[in-house]
């Protein structure tokens, strides 16, 4: 009734510093941004509801700012609230599935997977098992989503997971010789993703709740700075920008370099998991000057910038040209999400 293989689905990307926008074109040569855009969220130092309100306009802002109008968006989860585990069972039958993949969401989720939605994918191995990987997330999260797609004339069509936009994203743009040992870092304002796709075809989901927003509190507390001071620093566009806060800022990361060997370390251990020896970075913190260089220096693993839109055409005679070249690292979600279909 839609027609969604006419239509082209929009990525949107609702951060809480942030709204990313994306739709993308996809023909035999491969994907085209047919639009781009980003909008900060302004910050309410009153209650949940004026936050919500001031998400809702950061939307819209930036559907106005493509220009373009659009219908049906595909929006992303992560937190706490989401999980993303594989399963392995003894050979069972398609009326089996269902019931043991929910008793194992039960197990395996850090909430209560009985108030919120499960959904799964089979990874067929040639063998007498039944494997495949589990998505949950809670109802709350999902609605909160629906409903801000909603105050802002959108229909929410799709409901992703990020970390799996992202390596959807990656994989669909990467060459073989990329993927087999490489960890996408997703650093965000409230969350840091870690997305690896394992050579069994299992992908490793890990979402941590320190984040870009916490280094830059920790940063204007060493510095007795406010916060909107060392976002202009950090971003480069201050007056201030002659302050050194190289230190502060390599102090005010260590639990995040800290987080993440540990969640590589772990994922290394698993069975049939290889060592990463490459991390792609992106996001909006990624951006930040000098953090790949420090995240390169801490992590044992080569680590880069990764801006997705380097592989995708993006006419940049079109106003859509420079928010992709320069804001690209902050978009891969948002792109990750373009590339879905129903």
Same mark, same amino acid.
């Given at each position: 009734?839609?027609?969604?293989?006419?239509?082209?689905?929009? $990525?949107?990307?609702? $951060? #809480?510093?942030a709204?990313?926008?994306?739709?993308?074109?996809?023909?035999?040569?491969?994907?085209?941004?047919?639009?781009a855009?980003?909008?900060?969220?302004?910050?309410? &130092?009153?209650?949940?509801?004026? @936050?919500?309100?001031?998400?809702?306009?950061?939307?819209?802002?930036?559907?106005?700012?493509?220009?373009?109008?659009?219908?049906?968006?595909?929006?992303?989860?992560?937190? +706490?609230? %989401?999980? *993303?585990?594989d399963f392995?069972?003894?050979?069972l #039958?398609?009326? &089996?599935?269902?019931?043991?993949?929910?008793?194992?969401?039960? @197990?395996?989720?850090?909430?209560?997977?009985?108030?919120?939605? %499960?959904?799964?994918?089979?990874?067929?191995?040639?063998?007498?098992?039944?494997?495949?990987?589990? *998505?949950?997330?809670?109802?709350?999260?999902?609605?909160?989503?629906?409903?801000?797609?909603?105050?802002?004339?959108?229909?929410?069509? /799709?409901?992703?997971?990020?970390?799996?936009?992202?390596?959807?994203?990656?994989?669909?743009?990467?060459?073989d010789?990329?993927?087999?040992?490489?960890?996408?870092?997703?650093?965000?304002?409230?969350?840091?993703?870690?997305?690896?796709?394992?050579?069994?075809?299992r992908?490793?989901i890990?979402?941590?709740?320190?984040?870009?927003?916490?280094?830059?509190? @920790?940063?204007?507390?060493?510095k007795?700075m406010?916060?909107?001071?060392?976002?202009?620093i950090?971003?480069g566009?201050?007056?201030?920008?002659?302050i050194?806060?190289?230190?502060?800022?390599?102090?005010?990361c @260590?639990?995040?370099t800290?987080?993440?060997?540990?969640?590589?370390?772990?994922?290394?251990?698993?069975?049939?998991?290889? +060592?990463?020896?490459?991390?792609?970075v992106?996001?909006?913190?990624? /951006?930040?000057?000098?953090?790949?260089?420090?995240?390169?220096?801490?992590?044992?693993?080569?680590?880069?910038?990764?801006?997705?839109?380097?592989?995708?055409?993006?006419?940049?005679?079109?106003?859509?040209?420079?928010?992709?070249?320069?804001?690209? +690292?902050? /978009?891969? *979600?948002?792109?990750?999400?373009?590339?879905?279909?129903?």
């Open positions: 009734m839609l027609s969604f293989t006419k239509t082209e689905l929009l $990525g949107l990307d609702i $951060g #809480s510093s709204v990313k926008v994306v739709r993308l074109r996809k023909d035999d040569a491969g994907y085209t941004v047919t639009a855009g980003i909008a900060e969220i302004a910050v309410s &130092e009153e209650d949940n509801n004026h @936050q919500k309100i001031n998400t809702v306009k950061a939307i819209r802002e930036c559907l106005e700012s493509t220009g373009r109008k659009m219908k049906f968006a595909v929006c992303g989860l992560s937190g +706490p609230e %989401v999980a *993303v585990r392995e069972f003894p050979s #039958s398609t009326s &089996e599935i269902d019931g043991a993949v929910l008793f194992e969401a039960s @197990q395996v989720c850090p909430f209560n997977a009985a108030d919120g939605a %499960v959904d799964y994918h089979l990874i067929p191995n040639g063998d007498d098992k039944t494997r495949g990987i589990l *998505v949950a997330a809670t109802n709350a999260l999902i609605k909160n989503k629906v409903q801000l797609t909603k105050e802002a004339a959108l229909k929410c069509v /799709l409901m992703d997971v990020e970390g799996l936009a992202l390596l959807n994203c990656f994989n669909g743009l990467a060459n010789s990329e993927k087999s040992t490489t960890a996408i870092l997703n650093v965000g304002g409230s969350h840091t993703t870690v997305a690896i796709m394992g050579n069994n075809g992908p490793f890990r979402d941590m709740t320190f984040a870009g927003d916490d280094i830059i509190k @920790q940063i204007a507390t060493d007795g406010s916060t909107e001071d060392v976002k202009g950090l971003s566009d201050s007056t201030a920008s002659h050194d806060i190289n230190d502060s800022l390599e102090k005010a @260590q639990k995040l800290v987080d993440v060997s540990k969640t590589l370390r772990y994922y290394a251990t698993q069975e049939q998991s290889r +060592p990463v020896e490459k991390i792609f992106c996001g909006g913190f990624a /951006l930040t000057k000098g953090f790949i260089e420090l995240l390169n220096s801490r992590l044992g693993a080569e680590t880069v910038l990764w801006n997705p839109f380097e592989k995708i055409r993006c006419d940049t005679a079109q106003r859509f040209g420079d928010i992709c070249n320069k804001k690209g +690292p902050a /978009l891969a *979600v948002a792109a990750g999400l373009a590339m879905r279909s129903v």
